[in-house]
């Protein structure tokens, strides 16, 4: 992931002085894992326009996006330019946009963080909302939240904020790299499930082995509708498909009269000696066989 890896001089990363959000927190968390953890890095926050000036990269201040010269701010009146999903970029984008596919190896990991983590954050910091609503005043407790409960309030006039800076900036390291970790497993796994798709006889019905991430890859087919697998625990299980991961709406739900029921009462309800469990939400059971998960899955699918 280093950029600089063969040289020893001391790189300089510039960002604004005060408050801190997630965006320029992010955007120096990127920057400090393309560097590497054996470059010798200086993290400065200022407005000091002398001091912007010297910055080998400079973040969320200085009124110049000029990617060759690694000046990344988005708040010079043109902005610094929009996504072709009209989303806008702020300077975690702006740098993602240069160094994410360099920190991740793959195009298809680089451009999936920026649809989950970079682009909400970009909208949050240039004042655009992308959340609806069914509930009046409830929202989702973010990541912009969660790192703006590190800033200081009123009454904490003594906290050192350079300090905290630097401390939730690992913790942005550590949100990156594990991002960055289980996309990587999940583009692996993409060409197994789609081979076992193709291999399946009744597509509506996907028979894993194995217990592999299915929800994304699965979801792109228009058949499937349960998926089963073993459990770590031991128990075998359906769950239902969904077109959208990010939503609860199955394509079909586990029959109703399975709801809540566990154990002997959930044997008698299906005829499955084996069954052991169906959440109340109707998207998943449980089996202690392979034998009698597939009982359940033939009465699901027949509901």
């Keep these: ?26 955007a120096v968390a990127t920057l400090l894992l393309l560097l590497g953890e054996e470059a010798s890095v200086s993290v400065i926050r200022s407005r000091d326009e002398e001091i912007i000036k010297s910055g080998d990269y400079v973040v969320d201040v200085g009124g110049v996006y000029d ?24 300077s975690f984008g702006l740098v993602w946009k240069k160094f994410g596919e360099t920190i991740c190896g793959l195009h298809e990991v680089s451009e ?14 240039n004042g655009r909302s992308y959340i ?14 969660f790192f703006n409960a590190f800033t200081p ?8 904020i350079d ?12 949100v990156l790299t594990r991002e960055i970790s289980k996309r ?7 060409s197994i499930i789609e081979n076992i798709y193709k291999e399946s006889l009744n597509k509506k019905l996907i028979v894993l082995d194995q217990f592999y991430p299915v929800g994304e890859v699965l979801s792109k087919f228009p058949e499937p509708l349960f998926v089963v697998f073993p459990r770590e625990d ?50 998943l059971a449980g089996a202690k066989t392979k034998e009698a998960i597939l009982q359940l899955a033939e009465i699901a699918l027949n509901s």
């Design 1 to 26: 992931m280093s950029e600089n890896s063969s040289e020893n001089k001391k790189i300089t990363i510039i960002t604004h002085s005060g408050k801190f959000h997630a965006d320029d927190i992010f």
């Design 67 to 90: 990617p060759d010269k690694n000046r990344f701010d988005h708040h010079q009146q043109e902005g610094a330019g929009i996504r072709n999903n009209t989303v806008p970029y702020a």
């Design 112 to 125: 999936r963080i920026d649809h989950i983590l970079v682009q909400p954050i970009d909208m949050a910091d």
């Design 132 to 145: 609806e609503t069914s509930i009046p005043g409830l929202y989702p407790y973010d990541i912009g939240l």
């Design 153 to 160: 309030s009123w009454k904490e006039t003594e906290m050192d």
């Design 163 to 174: 300090t905290v800076f630097m401390e939730v900036v690992q913790l942005a390291r550590i």
């Design 184 to 190: 990587k497993d999940l583009a692996n796994v993409r």
């Design 234 to 283: 031991g128990i075998w299980a359906i769950k239902t498909i969904r077109n959208d991961e990010n939503s609860f709406i199955n394509r079909k739900d586990l029959p109703k009269d399975w709801a809540g029921k566990k154990d002997e009462e959930f044997e008698t309800v299906t005829g499955v000696v084996g069954a052991v469990f169906c959440h109340k939400g109707l998207f």
